[in-house]
């Protein structure tokens, strides 16, 4: 069982930057892979990055400006996001799965889920 807490999000001018947060309980943080996703108003949630055994992905949109990392000692998983942008703007939250899942682009391949954090960029 893990639970999931975000912090970092609020508001920030177009080309800004913000670094998330996401701290999760228990000893079996780093056996899971983790991934960030966002839902913007009236769109469905989708996956933005994830980082498993030290690899990463990340959606189209947000190469080269959205990094995410992971300290293990610390139980944590980052999202910086730099250069931001108004289609940014969404609530962002944070899981974790399985790192062999077929299903790992996708909200089906995680199990456990933050509350989420409000990402509002303003043009």
């Known amino acids: 069982q893990v639970q999931l807490v975000e912090s970092g999000g609020g508001l920030v001018q177009a080309g800004g930057s913000l670094r998330l947060s996401c701290a999760g309980s228990g000893p079996t943080f780093r056996s899971y892979a983790m991934a960030w996703f966002r839902q913007a108003p009236g769109k469905e949630r989708k996956i933005v990055a994830r980082?498993?055994?030290?690899?990463?992905y990340y959606e189209d949109s947000v190469k080269g400006r959205f990094t995410i990392s992971r300290d293990n000692a610390k139980n944590t998983v980052y999202l910086q996001m730099n250069s931001l942008k108004p289609e940014d703007t969404a609530v962002y939250y944070c899981a974790a799965g399985d790192y062999s899942s077929s299903y790992s682009y996708t909200e089906m391949g995680y199990d456990y889920w933050g509350q989420g954090t409000q990402v509002t960029v303003s043009s």
């Open positions: 980082i498993s055994w030290g690899s990463t």
